[in-house]
């Protein structure tokens, strides 16, 4: 799973890395673990000033049945959220510094 974000400068705190690997489980790979690559660190062209861009991937496990678009698109809306609520336990203000 894939999530691109553009969120305001502030949530993410300026000693963070450019790529960081969030591990919530050490002892096996679940969907806790989500690798964020915060390219614009290293690379301010890519987003406002008081910006950041992210991008998060992480594994999913679910089935994906893209026969039904709905059903597809509710997957999808839940898979996000699982996304930011690990990105929140990392840089607190997260979800609510979308733009």
Same mark, same amino acid.
């Given at each position: 799973?894939? %999530?691109?974000?553009?969120? &305001?400068? +502030?949530?993410? *705190? /300026? &000693? #963070?890395?450019?790529?960081?690997? !969030?591990?919530? +489980? *050490? ?5 806790? /673990?989500? #690798?964020?690559?915060? !390219?614009?660190? &290293?690379?301010?062209? %890519?987003?406002? /000033? ?8 992480? *594994? #999913?496990?679910?089935?994906?049945? #893209?026969? &039904?678009?709905? @059903?597809?698109? =509710? =997957? ?10 690990? %990105? @929140?336990?990392?840089? *607190?203000?997260? /979800?609510?510094?979308? %733009?």
């Amino acid at each position: 799973m894939v %999530l691109y974000a553009v969120v &305001d400068r +502030n949530v993410i *705190p /300026e &000693d #963070t890395a450019p790529i960081e690997m !969030l591990v919530g +489980n *050490p002892d096996k790979l679940d969907e806790s /673990e989500v #690798t964020a690559y915060i !390219l614009s660190i &290293d690379d301010k062209t %890519l987003c406002g /000033e008081n910006e950041h861009t992210v991008v998060a991937i992480g *594994p #999913t496990f679910g089935s994906w049945d #893209t026969s &039904d678009k709905a @059903e597809y698109q =509710k =997957k999808k809306q839940k898979e996000q959220s699982r996304l930011i609520s690990v %990105l @929140e336990k990392r840089f *607190p203000g997260f /979800e609510k510094a979308g %733009l």
